[in-house]
């Protein structure tokens, strides 16, 4: 329909004329026989043109046609089709109908321009989502080539590097770059939600991720998730303290051809998400447990989401624990960082 009014409205004005002028004589000779048959004023047909040429046509055209129907009413109220008319109140009426019509110009024209500068914001607002989607495509697509950049540099002065422990901390360094890069493709994926990152899909994909790597093949992951969306600035801190735990049980938890699995969970509570990483592994030692560097690592993480972490480590596996507000940042959430919320936690 507004497609249509925006055509109406593009039309020459001769050509608007033309068609409002015939609107009003049709009216005008299809009341004839009416009248006849059934004699009354003739105002609601001429009304109704009135107020659809100046929908299509503009205020000027639609006073345009309350003028010309205002004349061409007079011949009903006296025989002859007589211009002229007799009697006061048929010409007080003629009258009354003009003004009401022509006061009801500007409405309609209002309202019809209203729609139209609804519908040209709409466009603009459309056409500007279209070229920031564009840009953001390629704005995702530079990021990622500029992952396998540095991947690809790392791994060179890796393999030129004697030192083993040096080797070590450039693959690790590898190794958490190539989360970031997978994480960065989930956030890519479900980007265009404007409600948040499913946490469901972003946390079943990164699980199948890590599970596709070498490193991963060993111990199947198992991985469930309530569906609730996610902040951006959520999903990249939470991403990087699964795949840290993760690894950390694929390094420790399992000896040498044995089998095992880790499970990854995220739930809702009464607080806000719960994410659980647990395995069925040798446990920690209280020297690991107190002082490794990917534990310190996942609070510091945990400290970004304004959360706490929990371990609990036995003989029978490992259970971490992490708990967060993700609606911390609405207005009116009640949220302290520091706070340590009531956890769970599965043995």
């Given at each position: 329909?507004?497609?249509?009014?925006?055509?109406?409205?593009?039309?020459?004005?001769?050509?608007?004329?033309?068609?409002?002028?015939?609107?009003?004589?049709?009216?005008?000779?299809?009341?004839?026989?009416?009248?006849?048959?059934?004699?009354?004023?003739?105002?609601?047909?001429?009304?109704?043109?009135?107020?659809?040429?100046?929908?299509?046509?503009?205020?000027?055209?639609?006073?345009?046609?309350?003028?010309?129907?205002?004349?061409?009413?007079?011949?009903?109220?006296?025989?002859?089709?007589?211009?002229?008319?007799?009697?006061?109140?048929?010409?007080?009426?003629?009258?009354?109908?003009f003004?009401?019509s022509?006061?009801?110009?500007?409405?309609?024209?209002?309202?019809?321009?209203?729609?139209?500068?609804?519908?040209?914001?709409?466009?603009?607002?459309?056409?500007?989502?279209?070229?920031?989607?564009?840009?953001?495509?390629?704005?995702?697509?530079?990021?990622?080539?500029?992952?396998?950049?540095?991947?690809?540099?790392?791994?060179?002065?890796?393999?030129?590097?004697?030192?083993?422990?040096?080797?070590?901390?450039?693959?690790?360094?590898?190794?958490?770059?190539?989360?970031?890069?997978?994480?960065?493709?989930?956030?890519?994926?479900?980007?265009?939600?404007?409600?948040?990152?499913d946490?469901?899909?972003?946390?079943?994909?990164?699980?199948?991720?890590?599970?596709?790597s070498?490193?991963?093949?060993?111990?199947?992951?198992?991985?469930?998730?309530?569906?609730?969306?996610?902040?951006?600035?959520?999903?990249?801190?939470?991403?990087?303290?699964?795949?840290?735990?993760?690894?950390n049980?694929?390094?420790?938890?399992?000896?040498?051809?044995?089998?095992?699995?880790?499970?990854?969970?995220?739930?809702?509570?009464?607080?806000?998400?719960?994410?659980?990483?647990?395995?069925?592994?040798?446990?920690?030692?209280?020297?690991?447990?107190?002082?490794?560097?990917?534990?310190?690592?996942?609070?510091?993480?945990?400290?970004?989401?304004?959360?706490?972490?929990?371990?609990?480590?036995?003989a029978?596996?490992?259970?971490?624990?992490?708990?967060?507000?993700?609606?911390?940042?609405?207005?009116?959430?009640?949220?302290?960082?520091?706070?340590?919320?009531k956890?769970?936690?599965?043995?």
């Amino acid at each position: 329909m507004l497609t249509l009014l925006r055509a109406t409205r593009s039309t020459p004005l001769g050509l608007r004329a033309v068609i409002s002028s015939c609107a009003v004589a049709s009216a005008y000779l299809f009341q004839i026989p009416v009248e006849i048959e059934v004699p009354g004023e003739p105002f609601l047909l001429f009304f109704v043109i009135v107020i659809a040429c100046t929908l299509a046509f503009g205020q000027r055209f639609g006073l345009l046609t309350a003028i010309l129907s205002s004349v061409l009413s007079l011949p009903f109220f006296d025989p002859g089709n007589s211009l002229e008319v007799s009697r006061a109140i048929d010409l007080e009426k003629v009258e009354l109908y003009f003004l009401f019509s022509a006061a009801m110009v500007p409405v309609a024209g209002a309202f019809a321009d209203a729609l139209l500068s609804a519908y040209a914001e709409t466009e603009v607002l459309a056409r500007r989502e279209r070229e920031k989607s564009l840009l953001l495509t390629e704005l995702s697509h530079r990021v990622a080539n500029n992952f396998s950049v540095i991947s690809a540099f790392m791994r060179q002065k890796a393999s030129g590097t004697s030192d083993p422990n040096a080797k070590a901390s450039i693959d690790q360094a590898i190794m958490q770059l190539s989360v970031m890069a997978r994480i960065h493709g989930r956030l890519s994926v479900s980007g265009d939600d404007q409600r948040g990152i499913d946490s469901r899909s972003f946390l079943e994909g990164l699980c199948e991720d890590i599970s596709s790597s070498a490193s991963a093949c060993a111990w199947p992951i198992k991985c469930l998730s309530v569906s609730y969306p996610l902040h951006a600035s959520d999903a990249v801190p939470l991403g990087l303290i699964i795949n840290e735990l993760i690894t950390n049980a694929q390094k420790y938890a399992f000896s040498a051809g044995r089998p095992g699995v880790i499970e990854v969970a995220l739930e809702k509570t009464t607080e806000g998400l719960q994410l659980t990483v647990s395995d069925n592994g040798l446990g920690l030692s209280d020297k690991v447990h107190g002082s490794g560097l990917g534990h310190r690592l996942v609070r510091a993480l945990a400290h970004q989401l304004g959360g706490c972490v929990q371990i609990k480590s036995s003989a029978l596996g490992t259970c971490v624990i992490l708990a967060f507000n993700p609606d911390r940042r609405h207005p009116g959430a009640t949220c302290d960082p520091g706070s340590k919320p009531k956890l769970s936690v599965v043995t």
